[in-house]
Structure formats: structure tokens, C-alpha cells
């Protein structure tokens, strides 16, 4: 069984910076994603992030441009790197682990979130 827990997420104020950190724990796909989604008060969670074993990484119109992800495969940890936060930020920000275990069922797995705050 695959676990996700998140950390990193705090106040800050707008213009500021926060790291998010998640680490995954179990035996992983070697086919997968990872990323990270949000989700504010009031609206639907939205992709913010999401990264490949290989690098490859897309971002949320957004956050592109101040926000980068990355992960280290040997420890199993994605990272989302948040510079130039603005209020509408805030957000419970959740990792995603996203598998494609050959001769298995692709399979999703979620942290719980982490809360970020980001003040006036």
C-alpha cells in the first residue's frame, strides 16, 4: 500500500515563499506521474503541478513561472517550490501519486494535504 504525506505548507505572506515536500512510501510503479493538486474554499480541486520519473513536468496556467516541481526518485519525494505567492494561492495543496503498474490497474494515490496560507 502506497502512502503520501505532505508537509512544507504554513502562512506566508503574498510575494513570499513556501516548499512543499511529499514523501512516498510502499512500492511504486516505475510508470507513474506525481504532482500536485489544491484545493480552495469554494472551488474544485485544480492541478497545480505534475512531474515524471524522467523530468518531464507541466504546471497550471497559474502558477507557471513561479512555481516549479521536482522529485527525487531514489528517495521517492516530489518537492513544489513556491516563489511569488499571491493570496489566491491559499489553498489545501494535496500530493498525487499516479501509477501504471504493467499488468495491473492504474491506481491513484492521495496525501492528505498540507494548508497554505498566503496573507495580504
Known amino acids: 500500500q502506497v502512502q503520501l504525506v505532505e508537509s512544507g505548507g504554513g502562512l506566508v505572506q503574498a510575494g513570499g515563499s513556501l516548499r512543499l515536500s511529499c514523501a512516498a512510501s510502499?512500492?511504486?510503479?516505475?510508470?507513474?506521474?506525481m504532482g500536485w493538486h489544491r484545493q480552495a474554499p469554494g472551488k474544485q480541486r485544480e492541478l497545480v503541478a505534475a512531474?515524471?520519473?524522467?523530468?518531464?513536468?507541466n504546471y497550471a496556467d497559474s502558477v507557471k513561472g513561479r512555481f516549479t516541481i521536482s522529485r527525487d526518485n531514489a528517495k521517492n519525494m516530489v518537492y513544489l517550490q513556491m516563489n511569488s505567492l499571491k493570496h489566491e494561492d491559499t489553498a489545501v495543496y494535496y500530493c498525487?501519486?499516479?501509477?501504471?503498474?504493467?499488468?495491473?490497474?492504474?491506481?491513484?494515490?492521495w496525501g492528505q494535504g498540507t494548508q497554505v496560507t498566503v496573507s495580504s
Open positions: 512531474i515524471t520519473p524522467g523530468g518531464s513536468s
Open positions: 510502499g512500492s511504486i510503479s516505475s510508470i507513474n506521474t
Open positions: 498525487n501519486l499516479h501509477e501504471f503498474p504493467v499488468g495491473g490497474a492504474p491506481r491513484r494515490t
